[in-house]
């Protein structure tokens, strides 16, 4: 491994932006409902809001990150993700969570072509499949030492945990300025710079990057289809389960407790998952890549249609933990494959135009299955969220024909 240091450095972010995520998250759905009275269509809107604004600063803010620095574009990404929860914590009104999803959607831009790419630069290619699957370990780490604080702060007031949450993000980016090192990556000297024809030629060679591979084409399509199925799924199965089943007593708590009790209980799965597959499998093994995302994706689309059809509250529960499960496995895999295909020069430029066929497609997808949720049933819209994902199994098999 090349750079130790920026692989702990990675794994510590993991680790604290997940302990903050994990006081907001599993009570988020609940103060959506309960605190500023959204309904299906509104609780998909916010995603929707979300992913309209990676959708167009995507791009932009991964351009600036090849040209300036991923270090610079992470901490500022997270500056501004704490200040949206910040807000959306402080202010239960509908108008001010829409505004809050498209600063956190801003943030989000900054953080995700540049994260990839820092890292990829900083181990190399060859360390970096196993690099994600650490990274997702130190986030599941991160959701136990969260988890309990936010369902804690939440019994006081449900909006506390989003505050405190955004509140501790923004002292991680002060972090990250004193501990976050950048080896792999030299920006332009300042002397060569031309700020707009620097970001323009930036740009440019990142679309060059593209048109000489049309295998990106095909990868960014599958992220489309993913971003499609996603957006359903994450949005709507906490008010599936509240809407269809009775959950089992637990004395005196109110169902939020279940929340935290099926996030502890996912997190510890995907660890467990994640542990066997860093020690037993060869993840950069490339000729069987694709064949594994194939039967991932394949497993995913009928874990989520089981969770929309299942009529008993333990077969919905037990369907969702192997959706986390299998997304576990599936997301690492399909990074590195990616990751195999860009160059390193333009690398956050091509990740974040990934980023945005994954917002394009949740910006389709989401009010779609916000619309089925609200006119006809949540079940119809996550069997609707989960076939959305069907059409990428085709791309794939073309794809693995050309390895």
Not at 320 to 329: D, H, R
Request: aromatic share 10%.
């Amino acid at each position: 491994m090349k750079n130790r240091r920026s692989y702990l450095v990675y794994l510590f972010l993991g680790l604290a932006y997940t302990v903050c995520t994990s006081m907001i998250y599993p009570i988020l759905p609940v103060y959506y409902v309960q605190e500023v009275g959204m309904n299906p269509l509104q609780l998909v809107l916010v995603g929707t809001t979300l992913e309209a604004t990676i959708l167009l600063c995507e791009v932009p803010t991964g351009v600036v990150a090849d040209t300036y620095g991923r270090r610079l574009s992470v901490i500022v990404g997270e500056m501004l993700i704490g200040a949206g929860w910040v807000i959306q914590g402080s202010f239960p009104s509908f108008a001010l969570v829409l505004l809050a999803a498209v600063i956190r959607g801003v943030g989000d831009t900054f953080i995700s072509g540049a994260l990839d790419a820092w890292i990829a630069d900083e181990v190399g290619e060859e360390h970096l499949a196993q690099a994600y699957l650490r990274y997702g370990q130190a986030r599941r780490v991160g959701f136990f030492a969260g988890i309990g604080v936010g369902v804690a702060l939440a019994s006081i007031q449900l909006g506390l945990p989003i505050l405190v949450g955004g509140v501790l993000i923004l002292v991680l980016a002060l972090v990250l300025m004193l501990v976050m090192p950048e080896q792999g990556f030299r920006p332009v000297p300042r002397e060569d710079r031309s700020s707009w024809q620097l970001l323009r030629g930036t740009f440019r060679d990142g679309m060059v990057a593209v048109r000489r591979q049309p295998a990106l084409l095909r990868l960014f399509a599958i992220t489309a289809f993913f971003g499609a199925h996603s957006e359903g799924i994450d949005r709507l199965w906490e008010a599936h389960l509240l809407a269809h089943f009775r959950f089992p007593s637990l004395g005196t708590f109110k169902p939020v407790v279940w929340f935290g009790i099926l996030q502890v209980t996912t997190n510890l799965a995907t660890l467990l998952v994640a542990e066997v597959a860093v020690r037993r499998l060869d993840i950069n093994d490339r000729r069987r890549m694709a064949p594994r995302l194939i039967l991932l994706n394949a497993l995913i689309v009928g874990s989520v249609v089981t969770i929309g059809l299942a009529s008993s509250f333990w077969l919905a529960v037990g369907a969702f933990l192997a959706t986390a499960v299998l997304k576990t496995l599936y997301g690492p895999i399909y990074r590195a494959w990616l990751n195999r295909h860009v160059s390193s020069r333009v690398r956050a430029t091509v990740l974040s135009m990934n980023g945005q066929a994954n917002a394009l497609g949740q910006f389709v997808g989401g009010p779609a299955t916000g619309v089925i949720g609200t006119l006809l049933s949540l079940r119809a819209a996550l069997v609707a969220s989960g076939s959305m994902f069907a059409p990428a199994l085709l791309l794939y098999r073309g794809r693995s024909r050309q390895e």
